[in-house]
Every structure is written in C-alpha cells, then in structure tokens.
C-alpha cells in the first residue's frame, strides 16, 4: 500500500505562541498515523537461490503473534534438468490446529518455469510458520530453482 497522506504543511508553523502544537500540524500527524497503522508490516523476507534439492518443514524466523497475516512467495526455475523436474512449495502455520497450503506442482522444466502465491493466514501464535519444498529431478543436470518468501503482518 502506497503512503497516501497529504502532504506535509511545511508552510505552516508546528508550534503556536502557547507551545502546543498547530490544528494543520495536528491534523497531519493523525492523518499519518491512520495511514501508517493501515499498512502492513513487512517482518521477514526470506531468499534462498541455487537450490538443488527438497527444503525440509523450516521455521520462518518471525515471532508470530495471534492475528492475520500475509505470506507470499515466488519460486522459479534457475537451471533446468535434462531430463525433467518437479517442485511443490508448502507453508505452515496454526490456527488451533496445523494447517498447510501447497502450490501445485512446477514441472515445466525450464528457466521461465515460475509460480507465486499468496495466503492469507490466520495464526493463533503459538508455533513458527514454515516453509519446506519437495523438489525431483531426473537426468545428468539437476534442476535449481530460487525460492523468495515474504512474510507481513496485516494486523494488530
């Protein structure tokens, strides 16, 4: 989400004679607030690049704490097998219970092969979400594939 707030009033004293702040400024400050409190907090970008095998159930390193959050992620193809490849991205996380969500399947075998995702997710706080991938590759040359994970918190 883009900063929207108005512009600031530099043309406008901050302080009035009486040290208090002025109605322009006052308004600035809370319309700021409003739109910094709206906008998501980014807590963890995770990049792992020249991966040449599956990814075991790994925690993301982000204290998670009840509330929504989003996860997104971006796999692609970085050095295609000869023969053929696969790979499943799936994220982790509790609500109550454990919860999992999986992409499908990239097995396009090429560098352009790509896929993201996104997830809402609704975590209750008291394990880490995780990450893990399930990678095959057939032939001489093994496929490698890069793997970018955001994760932020949309609220408090």
Known sequence: MPFTSAPMPV??????RDRTISEVWRLW???TKRVVDATPERVV?????AQSASIATTSLP?????GLW??????????????S???TV?????DTVALTSSGAALTGNTTTTSQSGMLLIAADGNTPMTYATTYASAGATTMQYKLDIVVERVNA
């Open 90 to 94: 799936t994220i982790g996380w509790t």
């Open 29 to 31: 400050f809370r319309e």
């Open 62 to 66: 982000v204290s998670v704490t009840t």
């Open 85 to 87: 490849s696969s790979l």
């Open 45 to 49: 970008t995770k990049q792992l690049t």
């Open 11 to 16: 043309g406008d004293e901050l302080v009035l």
């Open 70 to 83: 989003r996860v997104s992620w971006a796999a692609r193809i970085t050095r295609a097998a000869t023969t």
